[in-house]
């Protein structure tokens, strides 16, 4: 899953102007991808989604592609690439929304079938492949179930923001849910309301 987190991590650094540098990463069974052919760039999943705006003001938002609805702030913008690695193609997807003091993220791969991978080792992989691409200190780590899927729910922090995360597992494909806020600001309701409302539609 290296370069889901790769990207998540890039996504929210520059959401909120931090400085960027290079990190070494943790062990994680996603293979490395090899130099030829490059990276691809894809074109940002549009099949059948839409957003509903709800009484609370913020959007309810489902992706088809994606099989998961939320609600968010305002509808977000989706972001997707391919990379080709020696065990095949994988494709990660991002979707983002900032609002004054919080930057919300949706990301989730798909891994080429022939692809098999350990299922807690991509879950502690992600969370500390993500901890260490915003240049953060975990604070808080648990494994957890939720909806009945396997996951971790972790929380770090930076010098100015409190990242909360949850990873899953819905058979091959691992989903993470971000909210990134500035710190001293309560982002409880916030936090309640996205990650409550993140459900994932059955194939």
């Known amino acids: 899953m290296k370069k889901f987190l790769t990207i998540s991590a890039i996504a929210l650094a520059l959401s909120y102007s931090l ?30 989604d839409s957003s509903v705006r709800d009484v609370s003001g913020w959007i309810k938002f489902s992706s088809a592609a994606g099989r998961f609805s939320v609600l968010m702030p305002e509808a977000p913008t989706d972001k997707a690439e391919t990379t080709q690695s020696e065990h095949g193609p994988y494709t990660t997807h991002l979707f983002i929304v900032r609002d004054t003091i919080s930057v919300y993220l949706i990301g989730w791969v798909d891994y080429d079938p022939s692809f098999n991978f350990n299922r807690q080792a991509e879950l502690e992989a992600n969370r500390d492949n993500f901890v260490k691409g915003i240049n953060a200190t975990l604070l808080t780590s648990s494994p957890t179930t939720i909806d009945g899927y396997q996951a971790i729910e972790f929380v770090a922090e930076t010098t100015e923001r409190v990242f909360k995360s949850r990873v899953y597992l819905v058979g091959r494909r691992p989903y993470q849910i971000v909210i990134g806020t500035t710190k001293g600001k309560d982002d409880s309701v916030q936090t309640s309301r996205f990650f409550n409302s993140f459900k994932i539609t059955p194939s």
């Open 19 to 48: 400085s960027a540098q290079e990190h070494g990463r943790p062990r994680s069974s996603t293979p490395a991808p090899t130099p030829v052919p490059p990276r691809t760039s894809t074109p940002p999943t549009t099949l059948r």
